[in-house]
């Protein structure tokens, strides 16, 4: 796709801005240099990008409370005449953010008391969620863990990862592992394939999974010589984060095709995000050019209640209307999930358009995303029990002892809330 503002026939797009007209290519295209000259102050920032003194003013006021960073690649995508622009949108503090709107939180998904020990968030009962660094490469505005991207500077000392390795290694029920943070890829690469040989050497972990917006926000860091590092690590998912398809440069899509033809699985996540992609149209489009590139949405988060990013909050319905634009109407591949990550703790929650209409003992009425309606038979035989499903049910948990699933098996009636015993005892 062509950038509208951006010439990027040319691959030398970013040499609009002032400031890196002669920077050499070999240059451009390395992380480490993109990584020394990332900006994070007004002042560098108004060097690159047209600011007026009451735009400083704003990103001065903002910096003390959360972090800003942002690497020259991205940058250079930011349309320098669009105050909409999604890059800068989500790049460049506004006084916005200092705006504290009643219910929101330091930490919305109450993940620090679902810690069991320091970086190890372990909320569904066969998976954890490891934050290996408190460090990113660009800060999102919206960011949930803004209270964690700030206060932890660095990645993890030997102690630290000695203290999730030992966790994860007394916990047989955990199969499936998020190298998470901040950005797991901001590590260096000698330090993460210590961590991850590790992980990978405790022998209930089945899969492990690197959370990194890199490909979006600094898209040389996945290097061929990376790709083959990562790839001894299979089963391994990479999960990432573009949210316009703007984000979808030349060199973004290198590092998306360059991962899954290293064999791996490169899955989407994006926030739902006011004035940035909160329009059916441009998630069609992103759905479909990440599906392109074989990148599968996975998710679409509604965005949480962090301090001061309540101006990204959309209505719940807009995601719905979302979906609703997507199912059906394209491939159901680039139809992802949207869910709500609960406050409080209660973990993501998907919500979709209503597709069952009505049921009988006999018939379920269904509509399609067109809005016709039809009805489906109930069988007459109901007995759906498997010979095989007690042979290849192994280790706790159960499936069937947790959960509204337990309320599905005969021999449980209800879920009682605790508040509710409280009360009545
Ligand atoms: C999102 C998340 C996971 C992974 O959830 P999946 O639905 O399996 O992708 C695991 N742990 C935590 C704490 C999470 O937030
Ligand atoms: S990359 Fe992820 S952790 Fe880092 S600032 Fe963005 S949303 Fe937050």
């Not at 910096?63 to 909409?84: G, H, M, R, T």
């Not at 901001?186 to 959370?211: F, K, N, Q």
Request: hydrophobic share 35%; charged share 25%; aromatic share 8%.
């Amino acid at each position: 796709m062509r950038l509208p503002y951006v010439d990027n026939t040319n691959p030398l797009y970013y040499q609009r801005f002032q400031p890196w007209r002669d920077v050499p290519r070999s240059d451009w295209d390395n992380w480490k240099w993109q990584l020394q000259h990332t900006i994070s102050n007004p002042e560098q920032l108004a060097e690159i990008l047209p600011l007026t003194e009451e735009a400083k003013e704003r990103v001065r006021h903002t910096l003390p409370k959360y972090k800003f960073a942002v690497a020259p690649y991205y940058l250079s995508l930011v349309d320098p005449n669009n105050p909409e622009c999604p890059i800068r949108l989500q790049s460049i503090p506004t006084e916005a953010e200092l705006h504290i709107e009643a219910g929101e939180m330091d930490d919305p998904l109450a993940e620090d008391t679902d810690m069991p020990v320091p970086n190890v968030v372990h909320r569904y009962p066969d998976r954890v969620l490891v934050t290996i660094t408190g460090v990113c490469s660009m800060y999102c505005r919206f960011c949930t863990r803004r209270r964690f991207v700030m206060d932890k500077e660095g990645h993890k000392e030997r102690n630290e990862v000695d203290v999730i390795c030992n966790y994860i290694g007394s916990h047989p029920e955990i199969r499936d592992v998020i190298l998470s943070g901040g950005d797991a890829l901001m590590m260096g690469t000698t330090m993460l394939v210590e961590i991850m040989s590790r992980i990978r050497a405790i022998p209930h972990v089945e899969i492990l999974r690197i959370a990194s917006k890199i490909p979006c926000v600094l898209p040389m860091r996945i290097t061929d010589e990376l790709v083959t590092t990562l790839k001894r690590f299979k089963p391994l998912y990479f999960m990432t984060h573009f949210n316009h398809p703007y984000e979808l440069t030349p060199e973004a899509k290198i590092a998306c095709e360059r991962l899954v033809d290293g064999g791996i699985p490169v899955m989407n996540q994006s926030v739902l995000l006011r004035k940035i992609n909160s329009d059916a149209a441009i998630m069609k489009k992103l759905m479909q050019e990440l599906l392109a590139l074989r990148v599968k949405p996975y998710y679409i988060y509604q965005c949480d209640l962090s301090e001061g990013i309540g101006h990204f909050r959309t209505p719940v319905g807009k995601g719905i209307e979302i979906i609703e634009s997507l199912r059906g109407h394209t491939s159901g591949l680039a139809v992802p999930e949207f869910v709500i990550d609960v406050p409080g703790g209660g973990g993501k929650i998907p919500v979709a358009p209503h597709y069952l209409i009505s049921q009988s003992d006999k018939k379920v009425v269904v509509r399609n995303y067109e809005g016709f309606i039809s009805t489906y038979p109930q069988p007459t035989l109901t007995d759906c029990t498997c010979s095989t499903a007690k042979a290849v049910e192994t280790g706790p948990p159960s499936l069937h002892e947790h959960g509204v699933a337990r309320l599905l098996h005969e021999d449980s009636i209800s879920i009682e809330p605790h508040e509710t015993r409280d009360a009545l005892h």
